[in-house]
């Protein structure tokens, strides 16, 4: 999924998530909660570089980690659909 970055608009955007995530590795506070239950929409770029660097993720519904299984596998998460149909 690729959501357009809107960094250069007022209100925050994408450089806003990105600080976000920033502080929370910094203090570990990855979420453990159910992102095992649901596969999650990040932004493909996201993805690649988390494949690469191991960085975590942010999805749209908020849920932080490390992507490690097959999305195929779960079902969409409703929350992370909402948003997204929301951008459609």
């Not at 660097?53 to 409703?78: H, M, N, S």
């Amino acid at each position: 999924m690729a959501l357009r970055d809107s960094s250069t608009e007022p209100g925050g955007g994408t450089s806003t998530l990105d600080r976000e995530l920033e502080e929370l590795i910094q203090h570990e506070q990855l979420e453990d909660g159910d992102h095992d239950l649901f596969a999650h929409y990040v932004q493909k770029e996201k993805i690649v570089e988390s494949a690469v660097t191991g960085k975590p993720v942010r999805a749209l519904c908020g849920k932080v980690w490390v992507p490690g299984r097959d999305p195929e596998k779960f079902p969409i998460c409703p929350d992370c659909k909402k948003i997204y149909d929301e951008f459609a």
